[in-house]
């Protein structure tokens, strides 16, 4: 058996520069169909189209990372509801949708607000516009695909992993500490979430206290934990002399700061940066020798937009296992953007002055906008060329990733017995059908009228009782002793091994083992 070769933990230069051009189109696509579909296409009304821009710029590089680089075709992934424009946009590249559906960005008949299964079509594996049922899902999904894995009844395809990525304010949902429990439970496996923590949401600025607890019960319920919190740039910052100081800083700074600082820009980080360090000889020397937007650049350098980190920590989690793993990944709401780190720019939208701004820097020409290599550093031929390298852009099937099944065929009616005439409570918990078949219970002192064992029995399957008037072979009763002292001592096992205790009486599956109609 040959042994395994080295992990590569980040692509080499080349990729690298090849993933960051997927970068800037994923960030111009995303803010243009936006914009397009509130500021360009005709509107009858007037009214607000909506879109969130600054949402679906936080998540570009995570988004990079996974889907060129990471993810496999067997792979399933739940997107945050608001970075649906990105995953269109993927899959623009990807050659799975086409500019005219992304066009119609909430309108009729284009992509949805959020990700659909029933309306975006096949490629989407989870429908996330209910704020954190995505997230939850996946880790149920994972657990089914074990139970059809251990049953045969895969295929043959090989299994993939889960993958969440989620907002942090979806983790103020309750069913996703269900989920974890479940997952805890069932010993889920091959499940990640990866947390766009940008700290801002509709309410507000995401309290700083919040993820340290969420961290700690992760790892309560068995899942690896990475906490992708700086990018390269700034993890070389902190190595140089000065660097401990302006670590500890930006680790005290308030999310609430932090987020107005990335707004207001270079100028501003080197006013409140100096009014605290401006004494150490160490911080002066790393930031003095920048210009204003070179300190923003690196001032925002976090983990969750530094695609070869996010490559890097990926890569090990990968070859750690298949152990359920969450990954924080801070981000700046927005990045790229002209209203990056403002608090409200939630649903904000980039006015028309500001996107003729961003087409110039994006160097995207006016009727090209949706061309796929418009504005790169790459023929079409050749960001083709990176786009198929992708492991995602395989095909799972002939049919890509999109798996089929026969139907099962439904008769048009279903065989359901008769109720008894009595009146049942809804909280009985059981079918029409299995309470139908279900013998009554004249009285506590009285047997069954179905069935009435003669002796008691000291072993399974022992013959020493005999059993009077037939039972369905489908009914299947168990007596704690006989007579039953109430009818709540009788229950529908689902197998004869439910019996626990040897003592009980003959009372089972028609006809039983060991015993005889009388």
Request: proline share 8%.
């Amino acid at each position: 058996m040959n042994a395994p070769g080295p992990i590569v933990l980040a692509p080499d230069e080349r990729r690298l520069a090849d993933l960051r051009q997927i970068e800037r189109k994923l960030l111009w696509l995303s803010a243009w169909t936006i914009h397009n579909a509130n500021h360009v296409r005709p509107n009858r009304d007037g009214l607000k189209v909506g879109g969130h821009q600054a949402s679906c710029a936080s998540v570009i590089s995570i988004m990079t990372a996974l889907y060129f680089d990471i993810l496999r075709p067997q792979d399933r992934v739940a997107v945050k509801p608001h970075a649906g424009p990105v995953f269109h946009a993927i899959n623009l590249l990807l050659g799975r949708q086409d500019s005219a559906n992304m066009e119609g960005l909430r309108r009729m008949g284009g992509i949805q607000s959020y990700p659909s299964r029933t309306k975006d079509g096949p490629e989407v594996d989870f429908s996330t516009g209910s704020v954190g049922l995505g997230v939850a899902l996946t880790s149920f999904a994972a657990l089914m695909q074990d139970y059809v894995r251990l049953h045969g009844l895969d295929a043959g395809l090989p299994p993939g992993r889960h993958v969440a990525i989620a907002g942090d304010a979806e983790l103020d949902e309750g069913n996703i500490y269900e989920a974890l429990l479940e997952g805890w439970k069932h010993d889920v496996r091959n499940v990640w979430w990866v947390i766009d923590y940008n700290r801002q949401s509709l309410d507000s600025v995401v309290p700083d206290r919040l993820f340290g607890r969420i961290e700690g019960l992760f790892r309560d319920m068995g899942w690896h934990v990475v906490t992708l919190k700086y990018g390269r740039l700034l993890q070389a910052a902190f190595e140089r002399p000065g660097g401990e100081a302006l670590q500890r800083w930006i680790d005290d700074c308030p999310n609430s700061l932090y987020s107005a600082l990335t707004f207001q820009g270079g100028a501003a980080w080197r006013v409140a940066l100096l009014a605290e360090m401006g004494r150490d000889p160490g911080v002066r020397a790393i930031l003095d020798p920048l210009q204003d937007d070179e300190l923003a650049t690196l001032m925002t350098n976090l983990g969750g937009h530094d695609v070869d980190y996010l490559i890097e920590q990926f890569r090990l989690a990968d070859a750690a296992g298949d152990q359920p793993s969450c990954f924080i990944a801070y981000t700046v709401k927005g990045m790229g953007l002209p209203f990056a780190g403002h608090k409200d720019n939630h649903s904000g939208l980039m006015t028309r002055d500001q996107m003729e701004a961003f087409r110039a820097g994006m160097n995207i020409r006016p009727g090209h906008e949706w061309d796929v290599a418009e504005g790169l550093d790459l023929t079409p031929d050749a960001f083709q060329a990176v786009i198929d390298a992708a492991p995602f852009a395989a095909k799972l099937t002939p049919a890509g990733r999109r798996l089929a099944s026969d139907m099962i065929h439904i008769p048009d009616r279903l065989p359901v017995g008769k109720l008894p005439g009595r009146k049942v409570s809804t909280q009985a918990g059981r079918s029409a059908a299995a309470r139908a078949s279900t013998p009554t219970w004249p009285g506590a002192s009285s047997p069954p009228a179905r069935m009435s064992p003669s002796a008691p029995v000291s072993a399974l399957g022992s013959t020493a009782a005999a059993c009077s008037t037939g039972t369905p072979a489908t009914t299947c009763f168990v007596t704690a002793s006989w007579p039953a002292p109430n009818a709540g001592a009788w229950r529908r096992p689902a197998s004869i091994s439910s019996w626990a205790s040897p003592s009980r009486t003959c009372s089972c599956c028609w006809p039983p083992p060991g015993c005889s109609t009388a």
